[in-house]
């Protein structure tokens, strides 16, 4: 399975902070935002990654992240112009895709919670169809919400419905199969000109290949697209660092414990971050090794 983080945009809720860089790039309390999103997709187990970015924003992903050897990955870089809608994504990065399924997160999402990475290492191990995920909102005509019938199973799916059928808001997070390229070349553009990720996920709900996974009170998923919720995020990071000791989405440690790079690459890494939080946190992960559940990072 391959996987795309979507970090384009213009970042405009988060102006003037966006004006000269990316709102993915951001911190979020010790590491920058995009780390979030892409710390989910490889705990999914995918290493095969595409991000996403504006033109002018491209370099500096590429001078942050580079070609993800030091995480364990494989990181490529595509262009998305101009925002054309989420499903855009898939269109935008057809050759990286290629006849292959695809998970796509949105680059200021972040996800915590016990057993995520059960959850999310079974939805990439699905064949066929699509998986989303969902989440109780008290605002849920902010968002896409998904109506569940007697059995748990998704009846409809609305786009900020002014008086909403349901709580549950679909996050940005989706595991589509192998066809997925092809439902999103065949959407008819929004009446904003966007082809839009609830048309794509529609295409699959008719054919009763959709799946919806509930994340229950156990998980937190915060989308940090405001001044509010970024701060929100930040001091919830901070907050379970702090109290656990442990860091919340650090790729080399995810890698670590995966497997792909070993003890001498993660002390390397965290020489090359210096006398920082981050740092010293990787260079005691090398001298100690990684203990603890990884569920939750």
């Not at 991000?51 to 050897?69: E, Y």
């Not at 549950?168 to 066809?179: C, H, P």
């Not at 971050?273 to 100690?288: F, S, W």
Request: net charge negative; charged share 20%; with cysteine.
């Amino acid at each position: 399975m391959k996987g795309i983080v979507l970090a384009g945009g213009t970042g405009t809720r988060l102006y003037p902070l966006t004006i000269a860089t990316s709102k993915q790039l951001l911190p979020v309390f010790s590491k920058p935002m995009v780390y979030y999103p892409l710390s989910v997709l490889m705990m999914a187990g995918i290493r095969d990654i595409c991000v996403i970015t504006t033109p002018s924003d491209q370099d500096a992903f590429k001078r942050l992240l580079g070609n993800g050897s030091s995480f364990g990955v494989n990181l490529s870089y595509v262009v998305q112009s101009t925002p054309g809608g989420l499903a855009q994504a898939f269109v935008i990065a057809e050759n990286f895709i290629a006849s292959d399924r695809c998970a796509l997160v949105l680059g200021d999402n972040i996800f915590y919670g016990s057993n995520l990475t059960e959850l999310l290492k079974r939805a990439s191990s699905e064949d066929n169809g699509a998986t989303v995920f969902a989440y109780h909102v008290d605002n849920p005509s902010d968002y896409g919400v998904v109506v569940l019938d007697s059995y748990g199973c998704p009846t409809e799916i609305e786009e900020k419905p002014a008086v909403p059928r349901s709580h549950l808001a679909v996050t940005g997070l989706y595991f589509f199969d192998e066809t997925v390229v092809e439902r999103a070349k065949g959407l008819t553009p929004s009446s904003r000109g966007e082809l839009e990720i609830t048309d794509l996920n529609r295409t699959y709900l008719a054919e009763g290949s959709l799946n919806v996974v509930p994340l229950d009170r156990g998980f937190a998923w915060l989308d940090t697209g405001t001044y509010e919720s970024m701060l929100q995020a930040s001091n919830f990071v901070e907050a379970i660092e702090k109290r656990q000791g442990v860091m919340i989405s650090c790729l080399e440690e995810i890698a670590y414990i995966s497997g792909w790079i070993d003890s001498q690459s993660l002390a390397w890494s965290g020489a090359k971050m210096g006398n920082t939080l981050y740092g010293r946190y990787l260079l005691r992960l090398a001298e100690e090794g990684c203990k603890g559940a990884a569920d939750e990072r």
